[in-house]
Nanobody, 117 residues
Framework: QVQLVESGGGLVQPGGSLRLSCAAS????????MGWYRQAPGKQRELVAV???????NYADSVKGRFTISRDDTKNTVYLQINSLKPEDPAVYYC???????????WGSGTLVTVSS
């Protein structure tokens, strides 16, 4: 019922920056939290950052101080600003969203972030 489309991935050198975007469409009403997960080859998908409908944020310890999550509700879009990229950051980054009074989550198809070695 909710479609999420990520964009902004690409190849970045260690220490570089990029911004990921995720636009939501479909049954947008009642979307609460939005956020980002990532999955690197051979690893489990892990939470990166989340932002609630009220603007509160939470980050994985590994990205605190380097990544910033934000949202623009007029555009139904969540962003992830990635700074100071490290070699361990390459992964497919997935956008997600949930709704109030619901346990289900909606997922995008992912956008690939690669870091040169």
């Amino acid at each position: 019922q909710v479609q999420l489309v990520e964009s902004g991935g690409g190849l970045v050198q260690p220490g570089g920056s990029l911004r990921l975007s995720c636009a939501a469409s479909g049954s947008i009403f009642s979307i609460n939290a939005m956020g980002w997960y990532r999955q690197a080859p051979g690893k489990q998908r892990e939470l990166v950052a989340v932002i609630t409908g009220g603007g509160s944020t939470n980050y994985a310890d590994s990205v605190k101080g380097r990544f910033t999550i934000s949202r623009d509700d007029t555009k139904n879009t969540v962003y992830l600003q990635i700074n100071s990229l490290k070699p361990e950051d390459p992964a497919v980054y997935y956008c997600y969203a949930d709704k109030r009074f619901s346990t289900v989550a909606y997922w995008g198809s992912g956008t690939l972030v690669t870091v040169s070695s």
